[in-house]
């Protein structure tokens, strides 16, 4: 998996709510049987047409903002399903960090699976990177994962929480099944005992 | 002993190891799998040389893109499709797991063969790369939804990493009115919490008006968890459960049964356990719902008016004014004034034999509006199997529904099965997202009398005018 450390890039502003995954990408692409190539369908009903043009309004369509590499969104990104197609096609996209006051569960835990980082703050916070987000490809923000900041384009500091071993596991690009797998002699036991305690499993 | 959760209880018995800061590497008994969410664990097992650890705890069964047409022995058309069910076919094959394919007469939607076929038992930890993994949380078992990445993991390891959620109780108190369903009882908990509301939370269902409800009522109920933003929704198991659960093919026999009863009967919230949030609704305040919008929170009574963006706040006035466009609405309308083209009977939500029950109760004897488009879509084969022994595929029939095989099919629309531009539909799925059911497809959720009586009338419509 790709190391996430800093990161320094323009941010896309998505103010609406619910942002759900089924927006991120719709099910049509969900019949590939790859982890790649989903970033040109990324949003795909918000960002083209029925003929498959480009609509020039969707932020992400915008010369300001095609080169996004994070984005600033409403409450509860992520909803719905459970497909880790939406953070593969945000990442094929581009996008390295989500921005929100709050992140759908299982969307949440399959971005760092992915290298990429969904950062959770209040909502005056993410009220004033909105802000920033929208003046455009000028306003740049850097991410620092180790110091967990955020820095808006005029210097200002947003601290965030994240857990310590995910924290750990983006900043070393590690793979959990290969430290999972440490563990081997812990699930062996584990299994062993729950062979007495509970044999109908 | 300090007092627990339900939730507390199933967590401690199957915690493999805890790290200092509290993630824990959590032992999972079943693994359901499904074609969409799947192929590329399997690629990532083959391309790191591991197997499948406990293929005798790992279930799969093709079901979102299956043809649900009485002639889908000829093959699925649409290429993608295919390649998809023939990966999974070959995955299950390779790695020796329990599968059931197209061709099985208990094939189905993977939440409803789970439980049907016994693999689903209380106390258990259950995931599928599938959000609904709540549905079989029913039984009083952990189940919750994975990203591919995890379904990997737990293929390679049989355990999750995983931190512990908090605890929410959501207590249902009295008596339902007649008309009112579990699916009402799900949808009103949304209405409430919003979507985001169960965020970081397990939820426990209980109160009188749960515990009336027959399993498949409490699969709806906790099916719906995930809509509420929840990490899993949890029933604690009673008699209704042991009795639903003896003599499925895979549940425990003789010795094993009375020794699994034995801890069953422990599975339960002590008294003065703690809940980090509690929400109470009163059974009797709750009316039949519909959805209005485009997320499941924007639910009202069927007797309501499409609302007013203003009366909203903050990030939602806009999302409710997309809502209100995109569904074709207009504020102040009478939800019962809304005509609808298509009625799709089916889902994990709804396409069990007590939901197609009640459909065809309502249904008996009545015809479909003319020029409507319904259709019922059983949520296992075994369930078919079942309404045409009691006469229900009759009487879908006979009122102009189509009658046909086991799959999602229209509740994500990834089989042909899907609503044109601008056609609205009463849906008893799970989720009213924008293009759920089909490109700029509309889409109202509802219970199944309800999706029924909207069939015959032709609009969204109150069921108990029809009782
Ligand atoms: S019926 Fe719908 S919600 Fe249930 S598993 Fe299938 S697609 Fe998902």
Known sequence: MEKFDKLTGIAAPMPLVNIDTDMIIPKVFLKTIKRTGLGVNLFDEMRYDRQGNEIPDFVLNKPAYREAQIIVAGDNF????????????????????????????IFYSNCFKNGMLPIILPKEQVEILMKDAEKGANARMDIDLEAQTVTASDGEVFHFEVDAFRKHCLMEGLDDIGLTMERVANIDTFEAQAAQARPWV | MSPKTLYDKIWDAHVVHQADDGTCLLYID???????????????????????????????????????????????????????????????????????????????????????????????????????????????????????????????????????????KVEITGKLSPGVTAKDITMSVIGKTGTGGG??????????????????????????????????????????????????????????????????????????????QVITLRGEDIEPVVTWGTSPEDVLPITATV???????????????????????????????????????????????????????????KKIKDGLRA?????????????????????????????????????????????????????????????????????????????AAAAVTGRLTDVREMQ
């Not at chain 2, 029913?138 to 993991?153: D, K, N, P, R, Y």
């Not at chain 2, 009522?217 to 003896?246: H, S, W």
Request: net charge negative; hydrophobic share 35%.
């Open chain 1, 78 to 105: 992520g909803c719905g399903s459970s497909r880790e197609h939406a953070p593969w096609a945000l990442a094929d996209f581009g996008i390295k960090a989500v921005i929100s006051t709050s992140f759908a569960d």
């Open chain 2, 30 to 168: 079943r693994h359901l799998v499904h074609e969409v969410t799947s192929p590329q664990a399997f690629e990532g097992l083959r391309m790191t040389g591991r197997k499948v650890r406990a293929p005798e705890k790992t279930i799969a069964v093709p079901d979102h893109n299956v043809p649900t047409t009485l002639d889908r022995a000829k093959g699925i058309e649409n290429e993608e499709s295919r390649i998809q069910v023939e990966a999974l076919d070959k995955n299950a094959k390779d790695f020796g797991l329990h599968y059931y394919p197209v061709s099985d007469v208990r094939q189905g939607i993977v939440h409803i063969v789970g439980p049907e076929q016994g693999w689903t038992l209380p106390g258990m930890t259950v995931v599928c790369g599938d959000s609904h993994t709540a549905t079989h949380g029913a039984f009083g078992a952990l189940a919750h939804g994975i990203g591919t990445s995890e379904v990997e993991h737990v293929l390679a390891t049989q355990t999750l990493i995983q931190k512990k959620s908090k605890n929410m």
């Open chain 2, 199 to 276: 965020t970081g939370y397990v939820i426990e269902y209980c109160g009188e008006a749960i515990r009336d409800l027959s399993m498949e009522g409490r699969m709806t109920v906790c099916n719906m968890a995930i809509e509420g933003g929840a990490r899993a929704g949890l029933i604690a198991p009673d008699q209704k459960t042991f009795d639903y659960v003896k003599g499925r093919p895979h549940a425990p026999k003789g010795a094993q049964w009375e020794a699994a009863l034995a801890w069953w009967k422990t599975l339960y919230s002590d008294d003065d356990a703690h809940w980090d």
């Open chain 2, 307 to 365: 609302p007013e963006p203003d009366s909203f706040t903050g990030g939602k006035v806009d999302a409710v004014q997309r809502a209100i466009a995109y569904m074709g609405l207009t504020p102040g309308q009478k939800l019962t004034d809304i005509e609808i083209d298509t009625v799709f009977i089916g889902s994990c939500t709804n396409g069990r034999i007590e939901d197609l029950r009640a459909a065809a109760a309502i249904l008996k004897g």
């Open chain 2, 375 to 451: 259709m019922v879509v059983p949520g296992s084969g075994l369930v078919r199997a079942q309404a045409e022994e009691e006469g229900l595929a009759q009487i879908f029939q006979d009122a102009g529904f189509e009658w046909r095989l086991a799959g999602c099919s229209m509740c994500l629309a990834m089989n042909p099965d899907q609503l044109a531009e601008g056609e609205r539909c009463a849906s008893t799925s799970n989720r009213n997202f924008e293009g759920r059911q089909g490109y700029k497809g509309r889409t109202h959720l509802v219970s199944p009398a309800m999706a």
